[in-house]
């Protein structure tokens, strides 16, 4: 847990890459504590859940949606399940009352992401996540861990996007 003084009540942040190894994080701020858990996705009705469970009751809650979009040379059947899993995202958040934006990579790593911290974004993301959620590290041990970092930072980035 990483001490801030910015929220008196709490507030929920969410975070959500959306991809084939995705993630969401649940950053909850109160008084001057935060918390954060990160998922790896598996099913809507357990992101439902995790979800509420963290807002308590709150309606005051907000989350980004890693905007993505397809690539050439993908397959058309997991293209359609990565557009049914993205589409399911915004229907959870509309069903779940959270306001939400979608934000491309590039926006929400603006800041967030060094060159220095390895040579692609999946590196980067892991180091970045690291240092800023050092409790966390041991969700982040691996290469495939990339998904829950992009989802920590992506929570962070709600935060610093909601709480000015």
Known sequence: MTVIQRSDKMKT???IDPGKTGAYAIMTVHKD???VDVYDFTTFKEAAEHIST????SKNAVAILEKVHAFPGQGVTS???FGANYGGWQALLDILDISHILKAPQSWQKGLLSKA???NTKE???VSAR???PDMQPYLKRKK?????DAMLIAWHAFQVWAK
């Open 54 to 57: 963290a807002r308590d009751g």
């Open 124 to 126: 980067q993301s892991l």
């Open 79 to 81: 293209m359609f399940n």
């Open 33 to 35: 504590v935060f918390k």
């Open 145 to 149: 861990d990339n998904g829950r970092a």
């Open 117 to 119: 911290d390895g040579i």
């Open 13 to 15: 942040y969410i975070g």
């Open 131 to 133: 240092r800023l959620f």
